[in-house]
C-alpha cells in the first residue's frame, strides 16, 4: 500500500473528529470525489473541529448518498443536523426529499419541519405499544418461523406507523420481545434449511421449488422500471452544481422559477431528452446503452426524443456516417421525435457568443495549441484574457468572415483559470477551420461558416434552445459539468437536468471510435459491420437481435457504478434466449465424412422438427429432409478407438441419425495413404430395435450421386485475446486474435436452405445460432456464426 501524503493524513484526522471509523475514513480518502465532497459539508456545517457520531454519519450521508446535491437550502438543512432536529436517517431522507422537490420562493419552514419530523418526540411508551400491537398481529407466522423470522421487516412494521421513532429502540424492543415470546434458541434455530432431495416425489419438488420461487425478493422499483430514478420536468428547480471558483466564492446555479414556468410552457411538462452522436463513425454497442437511456426515459414518460447529430467537426464528419446513425437508431427499434442538427443552430449559437462577450464573460485568444496547453498546466492566465471587449467583439466578427487564418485565434470562455477543475481552465467556444481560399465543407451545413463551436459551448447551449429536460450522459463528462452550467447560467438560459451513468464496457473489444477506425481503415477487419465488431452494424450482421441488444442492456440498469468490465458472455446469454425462441432449426454439416448405408434399398424423406417443443399434429412445425443410401457426418463424429465418454461414430459402434434411424458402423474404406478416411459403411436399423445413446446431425443426398445443397460458413472467435485490450496501450493491436475468423467453404445443408435470404437466422443442430450473410449470391449461400449454444454466462461471465 502507497503511503499517506500529507493531505491525506489532514483529511483522516478530519473525517476521524466527526465519528467516522478508521476503516471508513481511510476508504473515503481514497476517493478523491468524495473527500472534496465530505470536507466541503464538514466546513459549510461548521464542524471542522469535531461532532458527535451520529452528526457526523448524518453529514456523511449528504457528502456521499447526494454528493452532486447542491441543495439550495443545503445551509438550513446542516443547521438541523448539527442541532440534532434531525437526527435520524429516515428524517434526512425525508428532509433532502422535500428540499429536492421544493422551489426557493415556495420554501416554508413550518411545512419543512412537518415534512421531517422535527420536533416530533416518539416515547418509549409509544413504541412498546406499536411492538406489542405489531407482535399481536404477526405471532402465528412468528412461531411458526421462529428465530428465521426476518427482523428487518419487523422493524419496517413499526416505523410505517412511527416513522421517526429511534430504530436502535425499536430494534432492540423487537429482540427482546423474541426471546420473551420464543426463549432461547435451540440447536434447530441455528441449522441452516436444507433442501430435501426426493427422487421419487415429484409433486413434493414442484412445492419445493413453489416455496422458494414465493421466498425469491420482489424486485426493487428500480428494477422493474429502470427510469424511475429520474425526477419529473416540474421539479427542475434544485441547484443542479456547485461551481467552487478559485478566489473562495461559489456559483449555486439553478432556474428561476419564471424561467422553468416558461420552459414548461412550451414542453407542455413533457420528457424531452435527446440522443446525440457525433456522425465521425459507426455506432457501437455503447450507443445501444445510450439510446436506451435517452430513448428509453421518453417513451416511459409519454415525452419526446431528439436524434440530435453533433456535427461541430467537420473533417470527421460524414454523409455515410449520418445515413447509417438514422438507419440502425430505427433498427434499435426507436423512433425519433425530431432529426436535428447542432448545425441547424450555427447562427443562434454564434449570436449567443456575442452576447457572452458583451458581458465580458469571454474573449478572442491567439495562443497557439502548444501555448494553450502549457498555460493550462501552470494555471495562467492567457495574455489576451483582459482584453476590451469591444476588441473582441471585433476580432470575433473578423474570424466569422474569414479574415483570420486558421489556428491564429479561438473564443475562449472566460471561467476561471486557477480553478480545481481543469474544465474550468477558459475552454475554447469557437475555432476557425477554412485554408487559405476555401471554408472547410461542412456534411450539412455546407461552406457557410468558417468558425465552429466546440463541444464544451454547442452542446449545453443546443440543450437548453431544444428545451431539453433530462441532459443524460456517460461518467467521463461528470467533470464538464461545472463548465456545463456556468455557460447556460452565464447567458441566463434554461437550465436542463444532468445526469451521469456509467458507460459499456465489454471484454475481449475495443470501442473506442479512433481505435476502431483505426482498423477498419488499415484492414484489419472487412469494414464497420465485420460481425467480429461489437459496432450495431456488425452485430446485425452477425444475426443478433436488437431485442437481444437492449434485453442485455436493460439488465446492466442505468447506474453510476463505474470502471466494470461486462464479460461477453452476458450479451452472448441475451442473444441465444433469443434465438432459441425466434430462429427455427435445422442441419448442416460443416466437415462432411461420407456414409454409404449398404442395406437401404430406397430412399425416403422423413420429418424434421424446426421447433423442439412443437406438437406432433402442428404440421408448420416440421420440414421434410431427403434420407437417401449416402449421408454425411461431421468428420469429428467417428473415431477408429471407441472410448467410454465418446458418443460418437465409431467401428462396429451404433449412433442415432437425428429424426432418422440408428445406424452401425459395418466397414471404413481409407484412401491410398491408409490414414484418411474416405468414407465409412454402416447399415441402418429401420425398426429401431437399437439404442444407442449418441446423436448425431447430418445430411443426405437428394438424390443418387447428386451432393447436398454446398454452403459457406464463416466461425467467429472473440477478435482480441485479451479481455481489456485497452490496458496494452500502444500494443493493443499485437492482441488480435489471428483465429477470430474461420471459413468453412465446402459445408453441406439440408435441401430447405436453399432458399434462405440474407438476414434470415437459424439454429444448425448441435453446432449453434447462424444468420444468412449479405455476401451469399444465388447459389452460394454465406452462413455467419451468430453465437454457439454452449452458454457460459453465470459460470464465468460477470
Not at 95 to 117: M, Q, V
Not at 137 to 152: F, P
Not at 214 to 226: D, K, R
Not at 696 to 714: F, I, N, Q, T, Y
Amino acid at each position: 500500500m502507497a503511503p499517506k501524503d500529507d493531505s491525506s493524513e489532514k483529511s483522516i484526522k478530519l473525517f476521524l473528529s466527526i465519528g467516522l471509523d478508521e476503516k471508513t475514513a481511510s476508504n473515503t480518502v481514497n476517493n478523491a470525489k468524495v473527500t472534496t465532497n465530505l470536507t466541503a459539508v464538514i466546513n459549510e456545517a461548521g464542524v471542522a473541529d469535531g461532532c458527535d457520531r451520529t452528526t457526523g454519519n448524518l453529514l456523511y450521508t449528504v457528502a456521499t448518498k447526494y454528493h452532486s446535491n447542491a441543495l439550495l437550502h443545503r445551509p438550513t438543512l446542516f443547521e438541523y443536523i448539527v442541532s440534532s432536529k434531525i437526527k435520524t436517517p429516515a428524517q434526512l431522507e425525508a428532509a433532502i426529499s422535500f428540499l429536492d422537490k421544493t422551489a426557493p420562493e415556495d420554501f416554508k419552514l413550518n411545512e419543512f419541519e412537518e415534512a421531517c419530523g422535527v420536533g416530533v418526540e416518539v416515547s418509549l411508551e409509544d413504541i412498546e405499544k406499536a411492538v406489542e400491537e405489531m407482535f399481536e398481529e404477526k405471532k402465528k407466522i412468528i412461531l411458526e418461523q421462529r428465530y428465521r423470522t426476518n427482523e428487518g421487516q419487523l422493524l419496517g412494521h413499526v416505523r410505517k406507523s412511527l416513522p421517526w421513532a429511534d430504530p436502535k429502540i425499536v430494534r432492540k424492543l423487537i429482540e427482546e420481545k423474541m426471546y420473551e415470546l420464543l426463549g432461547e434458541k435451540t440447536a434447530a434455530d441455528n441449522e441452516k434449511p436444507t433442501k430435501k432431495k426426493e427422487k421419487k416425489e415429484k409433486p413434493a419438488k414442484a412445492e419445493e421449488k413453489k416455496a422458494a420461487e414465493e421466498a425469491t425478493p420482489e424486485p426493487s422499483e428500480e428494477e422493474l422500471n429502470p427510469y424511475s430514478i429520474f425526477p419529473q420536468p416540474e421539479q427542475n428547480l434544485m441547484v443542479h452544481t456547485e461551481v467552487f471558483y478559485s478566489n473562495g466564492s461559489v456559483l449555486k446555479c439553478s432556474n428561476k422559477k419564471e424561467v422553468l414556468d416558461k420552459h414548461l410552457k412550451v414542453t407542455g411538462g413533457k420528457v424531452y431528452t435527446r440522443f446525440p452522436p457525433e456522425p465521425n463513425g459507426y455506432l457501437h454497442i455503447g450507443h445501444a446503452k445510450a439510446m436506451f437511456v435517452d430513448f428509453g426515459l421518453a417513451k416511459e414518460r409519454g415525452g419526446c426524443c431528439y436524434l440530435r447529430y453533433d456535427d461541430t467537426n467537420p473533417e470527421a464528419e460524414k454523409k455515410e456516417y449520418i445515413n447509417h446513425i438514422e438507419e440502425i437508431v430505427n433498427w434499435m427499434g426507436w423512433e425519433p421525435f425530431k432529426i436535428t442538427y447542432t448545425s441547424d443552430y450555427f447562427q443562434e449559437l454564434y449570436d449567443l457568443a456575442v452576447e457572452l462577450i458583451r458581458r465580458g464573460h469571454a474573449y478572442v485568444d491567439h495562443q497557439t495549441a502548444d501555448e494553450i496547453k502549457e498555460y493550462r498546466e501552470k494555471k495562467m492566465n492567457s495574455p489576451w484574457r483582459d482584453r476590451p471587449i469591444q476588441e473582441s467583439l471585433r476580432l470575433f466578427d473578423e474570424m466569422r468572415r474569414g479574415m483570420i487564418e486558421e489556428g491564429k485565434a479561438t473564443l475562449r470562455m472566460k471561467q476561471d483559470m486557477q480553478n480545481d477543475n481543469f474544465n474550468m481552465y477558459d475552454l475554447i467556444a469557437y475555432r476557425i477551420k477554412a485554408s487559405e481560399t476555401n471554408f472547410t465543407p461542412h456534411p450539412h451545413a455546407g461552406d457557410k461558416w468558417c468558425i465552429y463551436p466546440s463541444y464544451d459551448y454547442a452542446h449545453c447551449t443546443v440543450d437548453s434552445l431544444e428545451n431539453i429536460t433530462h441532459s443524460l450522459c456517460t461518467l467521463e463528462f461528470e467533470t464538464r459539468r461545472a463548465s456545463y452550467y456556468w455557460l447556460l447560467h452565464s447567458l441566463d438560459l434554461y437550465m436542463p437536468y444532468v445526469w451521469e451513468y456509467s458507460r459499456l464496457n465489454v471484454t475481449n473489444t475495443v470501442m473506442s471510435k479512433r481505435k476502431l477506425n483505426y482498423i477498419v481503415t488499415n484492414k484489419y477487419v472487412d469494414g464497420w459491420d465485420d460481425p467480429r465488431l461489437l459496432t450495431l452494424a456488425g452485430l446485425r450482421r452477425r444475426g443478433v437481435t436488437p431485442t437481444a441488444i437492449n434485453a442485455f442492456v436493460r439488465g446492466m440498469g442505468i447506474t453510476r457504478s463505474d470502471g466494470s468490465m461486462i464479460h461477453v458472455s452476458r450479451l452472448e446469454h441475451h442473444i441465444r434466449e433469443e434465438l432459441n425462441k425466434t430462429a427455427p432449426r435445422t442441419m448442416v454439416v460443416l466437415n462432411p465424412l461420407k456414409v454409404v448405408i449398404t442395406n437401404m434399398e430406397s430412399d425416403m424423406e422423413l420429418d424434421a422438427k424446426r421447433w423442439p417443443d412443437a406438437q406432433n399434429d402442428d404440421p408448420s412445425a416440421f420440414y421434410k429432409v431427403p434420407f437417401s443410401r449416402v449421408v454425411y457426418i461431421e468428420q469429428s463424429d467417428f473415431r477408429m478407438k471407441d472410448s467410454k465418454d465418446y458418443y460418437g461414430l465409431a467401428p462396429g459402434k451404433s449412433v442415432l441419425l437425428r429424426y432418422a434411424f440408428p445406424i452401425t458402423c459395418t466397414n471404413v474404406v481409407f484412401a491410398d495413404d491408409n490414414e484418411t478416411i474416405r468414407e465409412i459403411h454402416a447399415e441402418y436399423d429401420l425398426e429401431k430395435k437399437t439404442k444407442p445413446k449418441g446423436v448425431l446431425h447430418w445430411v443426405a443426398e437428394s438424390s443418387p450421386g447428386k451432393e447436398p445443397v454446398k454452403v459457406e460458413v464463416r466461425l467467429f472467435e472473440k477478435l482480441f485475446n485479451s479481455e481489456n485490450p485497452a490496458e496494452l496501450n500502444d500494443d493493443w493491436l499485437t492482441d488480435i486474435n489471428p483465429n477470430s475468423k474461420v471459413v468453412v467453404s465446402g459445408a453441406y445443408a439440408v435441401s430447405v436452405l436453399k432458399d434462405a435470404a440474407v438476414g434470415d437466422r437459424f439454429q444448425f443442430e448441435r453446432l449453434g445460432y447462424f444468420a444468412v450473410d449479405k455476401d451469399s449470391e444465388p447459389g452460394k449461400l454465406v452462413f455467419n456464426r451468430t453465437v454457439t449454444l454452449r452458454d457460459s454466462y453465470g459460470k464465468g461471465g460477470k
